[in-house]
């Protein structure tokens, strides 16, 4: 079965202009072989566009080469290469799990596919690992970042978009006490929950008294 | 003052509410969530009752608590009420 990504954005938002997804992430890389090799003939991602210049931006600006690849949908990841710059230590192991990107795909089919498609070409994989909307398996690139390739467990609803507004709201309470923790994050939800209960309610009476009215 | 649980009302959060239920605790609706209630001081939600994987087990009170944690490993929850 196919299900609708749980990326898919609620119908209605807030006036004014509105973005339409990724034109590109962007990266540094010390091993542009690599990474150009991993990106295509492992990812399958077309090598779309590269442009390489001199660091006009500011007087200490590396000379470098930035390149793109398409990873569908109109949406590329990009990397530069710097010509002299010394390489960075990794990232914690933290840092390392938590910036990523996930790529998605609409079946669990696909997701074995590219499992199997990474361990043919020797990459390290995760098996899948069910979350709470999504299912994911999670490599590296030559780079040593994360990458994610992920499926929808089911569609997103207005429920968890509700849900998390009220989650934003305690966090952003919470963040700024003088302790925040997890477990004052779910105390402040629950007032939260509380107090937006009667109010939603309320709203629902009034929606179906204004159709029954119509 | 009663020790509640939300838990939004998703196929994911199902198992939080039997573990629950299995630990005597009330359940109403409540809009999107499930008000798990009980009038105990303490409770403990056990996760092998569940057969939730750890990932969701560990994000079962992301809906709000009423009370406090005692201890929330990848087998148990046990909270008390906050005035306990």
């Not at chain 1, 290469?81 to 998605?104: I, K, N």
């Not at chain 1, 074995?112 to 990459?123: I, N, P």
């Not at chain 1, 299912?135 to 030559?142: A, H, L, R, T, V």
Request: glycine content about 6%.
């Amino acid at each position: 079965m196919t299900l609708t990504s749980p990326s898919a954005r609620p119908q209605a938002g807030p006036p004014g202009p509105r973005v339409d997804g990724v034109d590109h992430l962007a990266f540094v890389t010390w091993q542009p072989r690599a990474t150009c090799e991993f990106y295509t003939q492992v990812l399958g991602m077309p090598l779309v566009h590269a442009i390489t210049a001199t660091g006009w931006v500011t007087e200490d600006y590396p000379d470098f080469v930035h390149f793109f690849f398409d990873m569908g949908k109109g949406n590329r990841i990009a990397f530069f290469y710097y010509f002299g710059l010394q390489e960075e230590e990794p990232p914690s192991d933290l840092m390392h799990r938590s910036r990523h990107v996930a790529f998605h795909v609409d079946t669990e089919e696909e997701l074995l596919a590219w499992r199997d498609r990474l361990k043919a070409h020797g990459v390290r994989v995760t098996p899948p690992l069910p979350h709470e909307l999504i299912e994911s398996i999670y490599f590296d690139d030559p780079n040593g970042i994360q990458l994610e390739i992920t499926r929808p467990l089911r569609a997103m609803s207005g429920a968890d978009a509700r849900d998390a507004e009220l989650t934003l709201r305690a966090l952003a309470d919470v963040a700024a006490s003088p302790r925040p923790s997890a477990q004052a994050l779910w105390q402040r939800k629950a007032e939260l929950v509380r107090k937006a209960e009667p109010v939603r309610k309320a709203a629902l009476i009034r929606n179906d008294t204004e159709v029954a009215g119509s | 003052m009663t020790l509640a649980l939300y838990v939004l009302a998703v196929p994911e959060f199902a198992p939080v509410v039997r573990s629950a239920e299995a630990a005597g605790m009330d359940v109403r609706a409540a809009g999107d969530y499930l008000e798990l209630t009980t009038t105990a001081h303490e409770v403990v939600l056990r996760r092998e009752v569940t057969g939730m994987r750890t990932a969701v087990w560990h994000a079962a009170l992301t809906g709000g608590l009423v009370g406090r944690i005692v201890s929330f490993t990848p087998d148990t929850l046990h909270l008390v009420r906050e005035d306990a």
